[in-house]
């Protein structure tokens, strides 16, 4: 575990949507890289608490925040106070998001602006103060988590698709105007992942388009992020990452 005299010394890792699913895994995995890690939530501060405790068990460290990344106002205070905090934020990870499936002629316009705000706003509202954080530095990695929906698109999931297909270009767009100050940014598209977000999908169907015939877990989208979070992916920016089984 790290102490407080020691937290100065390391980098730090913020994760949104930290608490459970592919966010805790993230997390997992950027404490066993050496960072120091911030878990973000919005509710489920109990699922916040054991992945703290995860981490904790495996010998790293790392505390939780709880705010709406969509919330500008919200967001703004709490990213001021974690980055007058930590100092040394190397590695963002844009992970948080909703879905509010429904087809696109019967959706409300509250469940397009929810998802739309979330993963959209969010990705403003946190990563516009950690790049400034990063420039002076001259270094860092951010890493937004999209979905097979922004590249193919599924029925039911206009909202959803918009938002994770916005995702990609904004990272895009970003990469291009922080390349040359040490800055990447890239994204990782999941397939189907055994999360609680795939309770209500068709699985068996989804299933049946997957080349490797199995869901995969949110270990191996972890896994992808921490390489493109690390020196190993020094030359890798503005690139989307698919980890679907070789979906579509």
Not at 196 to 209: D, G
């Amino acid at each position: 575990m790290t102490d407080s005299n020691d937290r100065a010394k390391t980098t730090t890792a913020i994760v949104t949507g930290g608490s459970r699913g592919i966010g805790r895994a993230i997390a997992l995995e950027m404490s066993r890289a050496g960072h120091f890690v911030v878990i973000t939530y919005r509710s489920g501060a109990e699922a916040a608490e054991e992945t703290l405790d995860l981490i904790r068990q495996a010998g790293g460290d790392g505390e939780a925040a709880a705010f709406d990344v969509a919330d500008s106002a919200g967001a703004g205070e709490a990213m001021e106070a974690l980055l007058s905090r930590h100092d040394a934020v190397e590695v963002l990870v844009n992970n948080a998001g909703i879905a509010a499936d429904q087809l696109f002629v019967m959706m409300p316009e509250r469940d397009w602006d929810a998802v739309i705000d979330t993963t959209l706003k969010g990705f403003y509202n946190m990563t516009k103060p950690v790049l400034k954080a990063m420039i002076p530095r001259k270094r860092g990695a951010v890493v937004s988590i999209a979905s097979v929906a922004a590249l193919v698109g599924n029925r039911g999931q206009a909202n959803y698709s918009a938002a994770k297909a916005g995702l990609i270009g904004a990272s895009r767009s970003v990469a291009s105007e922080v390349a040359r100050l040490g800055i990447r940014v890239n994204v990782v598209a999941p397939g189907l992942i055994e999360t609680e977000m795939i309770e209500a999908a068709p699985v068996k169907e989804i299933k049946s388009r997957i080349p490797m015939a199995r869901i995969g877990r949110p270990e191996e989208v972890a896994k992808v992020v921490r390489f493109l979070c690390s020196d190993d992916a020094s030359y890798v920016t503005g690139q989307t990452l698919s980890v679907n089984g070789g979906m579509f």
